[in-house]
């Protein structure tokens, strides 16, 4: 069966969690009624079924195609879907009104981005890059290249790509060898070989727009030498019309284990022509604009492919016959019983949805303070949604896409034999899913960031209000009878993650690599303590609608898989704590030549 | 880099923790010296890695290939392989001398499997297979059949397969369709359907032998009808010699997520011509033979898969530049140390290593007791040695494969960006071990077989045997200083696995779903006993050995990969143990309809 945008779990979280009408005073979510989020939601939601779905296994057989005069053809059917979109006006919802944007907070577009990307990820990467192109100069261009760019990026109308990696320099980008040299009139040649580059070309847009690394003549070496430029694809003449092409080729396409509807580029910059955005020198600080919105796409991503798998799985166990319950035969005029009777089936598929839901509800919550951060007139909720967003990106990009790969995996172990083959899609899930771990920063670079700079940053302060807001939340209703055992095991996990931090800061310090040694881990005890924090507020809402009698299965399925993730999911916190705690000692025992 | 086989590691397993000599005085083990295994180690080691690894990517690029006259060309370079593995003598390693075979310990072989299987998985499946046909026929065919085939088979000369799975059919053979109809002259027409038939149709040897699965016409329904036939390809003639074409054919070829090298094919066998093996409707146990060795060998290739896989990653963590040691450069001179000094990245292949290194030696150790079970003249000995083959076979199966993918996941992950491309091997590794996870049985089904059959078999006395002989182990070495540590960490998980046995003694029977629900994380947890048993046996020897001055740093190696296990992998069990004892009640709370 097809896919099928989760839009009543979207319209719980924006109505019910994160209640969104109660923000109609500030700026963007003025107009942001739930009447409002439904006709995004069902529109949305029949552009990804309808319009992106079908064309995913298209994808991924065709792939793209690269020709000898460096142009690249995307799978058939992209082109056409790409026009729609644009048309729709989806590219706009979350861009600025003085720009064509919508204006929209982030956290509705979020829903749209899941669907779309659920859908067809590869697709989705090409406005999702995009928006990121769009970011980056709106944080750091000029007025001119604002007015120039971002008309055209945040209608889609043009695409834009984030040109980083070289051969010899992945997440070391202080190892950058692309250099630019002054010309003399406000431009750069810019040559150098960039590799990786998602939708670095493609036939769907009328130009691309390339944000570069490069560095100038005479930098200083490592990453306090790094600008960052601007370098169309065709040069926009007088009218902002695309113009003369610029010497930025793609020389081929990588061959890879999944996203194959996605351009993955070598790109030669030949003296390409480039424009400074922001300050000489300074061109990482742009570039992580752009990297840490990319960061919580790409935890979407982990999410969206996992739903998607899961529900593809939930289909196949209630349809697929083979063997009978243990407790006796629910089909018994059938052949066999649907192989979601069996238990170890079920467990697969309850694990999904435990880590799904609760993973769903705390990207959005992160999201909503991401908003608050730009919007909100108070400056304590400007700046804890900040920190939330600062603390949270990693855990959400390393935690969502490890278990959404999980998901995916779990998905085509219920196909069986199935899922092994590529008649079911089950396996582009799993290859396309396997990326997700990897770009915008490694799931281990995300563990670095979280425990080496985000916790530290203004001594502690994110964390500590994160703690304390748990705290508060358990002191107000530990002594609600019906859910008590959500909020006994939020304050049970929470003391865990407090017991870990603590240890990090005492053992961190004297030895940085106890703090690397056990970084995944404590990753791991994060995302299981924000997912048990969100079971906690799920299981309330859910529990004050069945008491008032709401006749919705919703609420009462809530509860259960909330009380899964208690049973089945949470007890690993123990597990991670206890290795958190033996730090680098066993870890970095053996020497490099014994590996 | 090339993939190395771990000689290093057999002769330590074969000479030093199973101690094989000791065994001069039972058949098959005679000539079994430590001078004979090295040299059939060399050997082994030579032919995997010049013969067989430099086509695991041909293979996988080139696929095999499907014509309309029903042949299969299997991938360039396969069939002079295949020719060189008969002349080696490489498939009669392990088959009965009466049979032209080389008699030895199936636990010696294992070792050349092992390689082969690293080396080259798809390739490797087509031996593979026909070892499982010449056991089913020499178990259960009659004399002439044994005289006729076994040979053939034994040398690989010809080949062998099992042909089970029908498209409604896979787990549930009561559900098989394939019809047998006597001919009067002992021979059967066989008509039907079957699909993902490994190695049914290729171009490697003169003849192809397919044991399948049948019901005589009138035979009962369920599995309590089905029988065994050899469907040869080319029926024999009177000479033996592959004679007139029989009425079975590939019908295509199944398009794969991996292993392409191997022809996954669809079979139609059109009143074809078969021979009965065995007793009318016994079909069954018979192929069960066949199935529980071919699920030591699943379990073999998780762990030759993942081995591989390590050996990867830890090349390519030593060998990329990128980033600085938390403490300070290892590598001032050059542009930046290699990644293999980063603590996270140290985690991922010490994770593998203690997993393989134990897991290897479980597999070892038990395939040991799979040999005296046969050949023992102690029948205490003989039963103890079934027994453990019994109990250890879906343990091993369900969790090598298990953390095999995962261990190839991990060292695609240390790849980073390369590992997503096909340019290196790891992309292959994860998507051709994804299967072991599912043939000869899913994993589920493994943890359902341990609960729910071997726990039980004779009143429990495989398990009460083998925690006794923990008990007796832990109770002797106690008292041993410098491996204590080892000591104690068995007996805790020991407890931990007899607590969750008696829950499900307690807990299953009235309600089978208990059992069922958690099963797996029960088989995990007994997998880890298993482990831990292991590394306290090696962590004896290496002690001594380092106590004693070997200069060997291997000892010393096991020793630091051993505690790493114990402060880094062992934890889990106690969340396996907690999830254990929720049983059913949050994994079946929901309606089918719900998911």
Excluded at 127 to 139: D, N, V
Excluded at 417 to 425: A, L
């Amino acid at each position: 069966m097809a896919y099928r945008p989760p839009v009543r779990e979207h319209r719980f979280l924006l109505g019910e969690v994160l209640q969104i009408e109660q923000y109609n005073n500030l700026p963007g979510f003025a107009e942001v009624s739930m009447d409002l989020v439904d006709q995004i939601l069902d529109e949305a939601a029949r552009f990804a079924a309808e319009v992106l779905d079908p064309l995913n296994p298209v994808g991924d057989k065709h792939g793209c195609r690269w020709s000898d005069d460096g142009s690249v053809t995307t799978p058939p059917g992209f082109k056409d879907a790409y026009r729609k979109l644009v048309e729709g006006g989806w590219p706009a919802l979350g861009a600025d009104p003085a720009f064509g944007g919508q204006g929209l907070p982030a956290v509705v577009g979020l829903a749209f981005n899941e669907m779309s990307s659920a859908a067809n990820m590869a697709f989705s990467m090409y406005p999702g890059l995009t928006h990121g192109a769009y970011s980056a100069i709106a944080a750091g261009g000029s007025d001119d290249q604002k007015a120039l760019y971002l008309p055209k990026l945040a209608s889609g109308e043009w695409g834009g790509t984030m040109n980083l990696t070289e051969p010899q320099c992945g997440t070391d980008l202080g190892l950058l060898r692309t250099k630019a040299v002054p010309v003399g009139d406000g431009s750069y040649k810019i040559s150098g070989q960039k590799i990786w580059i998602s939708s670095g070309e493609h036939d769907l847009a009328d130009n691309i727009i390339h944000l570069v690394l490069a560095r100038i003549e005479g930098a200083p070496a490592g990453v306090r030498g790094i600008s960052l430029f601007i370098v169309p694809k065709f040069i926009p003449d007088a009218d902002g019309k695309p113009g003369v092409r610029n010497q930025v080729s793609c020389a081929g396409l990588e061959e890879k284990m999944g996203i194959h509807g996605n351009a993955t580029c070598v790109m030669i910059h030949d003296e390409a022509t480039g424009w400074l955005v922001g300050e000489e020198n300074r061109g990482l600080a742009l570039m992580f604009v752009m990297m840490n919105e990319a960061r919580l796409g790409v935890a979407l991503q982990g999410l969206a492919q996992g739903e998607a798998a899961y529900q593809a799985a939930a289909d196949f166990a209630r349809e697929r016959l083979q063997g009978r319950a243990l407790t006796g035969p629910v089909n018994p005029d059938g052949p066999a019983d649907p192989i979601i009777v069996h238990p170890d089936v079920r467990r697969l598929l309850m694990d999904s949805r435990a880590v799904l839901e609760a993973g769903r509800a705390l990207l959005f919550w992160t999201a909503l303070h991401g908003d608050l951060a730009h919007v909100h007139p108070d400056s304590a909720v400007r700046q804890k949604g900040s920190d939330y967003m600062g603390l949270l990106t990693p855990v959400l990009k390393a935690y969502l896409t490890d278990r959404g790969f999980q998901i995916c995996s779990d998905a085509l172990q219920v196909h069986g034999g199935s899922g092994f083959t590529e008649h079911f899609q089950a396996s582009q899930r799993l290859r396309d899913t396997r990326i997700t771990l990897i770009y915008e920063g490694t799931n281990g670079v995300q563990a670095l960031d979280l425990v080496g700079r985000k916790l530290a940053a203004n001594g502690g302060r994110a964390v500590m209000t994160f703690a304390a807001e748990i705290d508060a939340f358990v002191e107000a209703h530990q002594g609600e009878a019906a859910t008590a055992d959500f909020v006994t095991a939020l304050a049970g996990v929470k003391a865990q993650l407090q017991e870990a931090t603590f240890w990090l800061m005492q053992n961190g310090l004297t030895n940085p690599d106890n703090a690397a040694a056990s970084s995944t881990d404590y990753l791991s005890l994060f995302a299981l303590t924000g997912l048990a924090y969100m079971w906690a507020i799920i299981a309330r809402i859910a529990q004050a609608k069945v008491e008032a009698g709401d006749p919705d299965p919703f609420y009462a399925n809530k509860l259960a898989v909330g009380r899964y993730f208690l049973a089945r999911v949470l007890p690993d916190a123990g597990a991670r704590l206890a290795k958190v705690k033996t730090g680098a000692a066993t870890v970095m025992a053996l020497p490099a030549e014994a590996f």
